[in-house]
């Protein structure tokens, strides 16, 4: 009897260290449990419309490549040619009043052309040397555009080509072109609150895009070489676009 007792004792003993054991462990077990949150709504009672916003001005500087192609069965000639007249294109167009340092050499190049018969399609045996040397000049007053273009076909430039025109300060045009923008979204956006039985609040996010326009134009070259002088050149208009997406709070 005395036997069982004790151990009965025994076993009891061991219950109780076993709910130490576990009353220990469970604040341990509980800390490394990782707390997962439920789903979140950031942009809950919000309405994102997109603005638009254009501005024009007249524009007051211009941009044209032109240059000089060369052609001589002789490669070295034809890039003696093709540098001696490019150094006379360069020439007068500085002597208009352009800045030399607004005369950026854009391209160099050279290629083979074989000639072929044109009846019977044989090879001639003649090759041809092609020799381009082409500039980018920015015209800083658009009135002296078509003196520029004429100066240098004078001296000697045959290819003329990528003319466009555009604003340099546009920050005045880009403000009018964001307000205009804000303006445009905010109407969009009280259309949809009230498409759908809100009262639209206050902007929360802003987000903006750029984007300056110019106005290319192709030139012929016929024309500048014929007998009336220059081609009329007309500017034109440029403009400047931006774009807003915003979102607002609703109620």
């Known amino acids: 009897m005395k036997h069982l007792h004790q151990k009965s004792r025994g076993q009891i003993l061991a219950i109780v260290a076993l709910v130490l054991v ?6 341990a077990a509980a ?9 979140q709504v950031p942009f809950a009672n919000t309405i994102t419309v997109s603005g638009f916003g254009d501005a024009f001005g007249r524009p007051d500087i211009a941009r044209i490549e032109m240059g000089v192609d060369i052609a001589n069965e002789n490669v070295g000639e034809a890039f003696s ?5 490019m150094n006379e294109v360069i020439a007068a167009i500085v002597a208009t009043g352009t ?3 607004d005369v950026q050499t854009s391209g160099i190049n050279m290629w083979a052309e074989d000639r072929y018969n044109p009846e019977t399609g044989e090879p001639t045996g003649v090759r041809l040397y092609h020799v381009s040397n082409t500039v980018r000049v920015t015209v800083r007053d658009v009135e002296q555009v078509e003196e520029v273009i004429s100066a240098a076909v004078e001296a000697g430039a045959n290819n003329v080509y990528g003319l466009s025109f555009g604003i340099d300060d546009t920050d005045s045009l880009e403000q009018e072109a964001r307000v205009e923008a804000l303006d445009n979204a905010r109407t969009r956006a009280e259309q949809l609150a009230t498409a759908i039985g809100a009262t639209l609040g206050a902007p929360i996010i802003v987000n903006e895009t750029y984007g300056g326009g110019g106005i290319a134009m192709p030139y012929s070259l016929d024309r500048a070489q014929g007998g009336g002088g220059g081609a009329p050149v007309e500017p034109g208009q440029s403009s400047v676009s931006v774009q807003v997406q915003v979102t607002y709070s609703i109620s």
């Open 99 to 101: 800045a030399q340092e």
């Open 81 to 85: 040619q093709a540098n001696t007249v």
């Open 31 to 39: 800390q490394d449990t990782p707390v997962v949150p439920g789903p």
């Open 22 to 27: 576990a009353v220990v462990a469970t604040p």
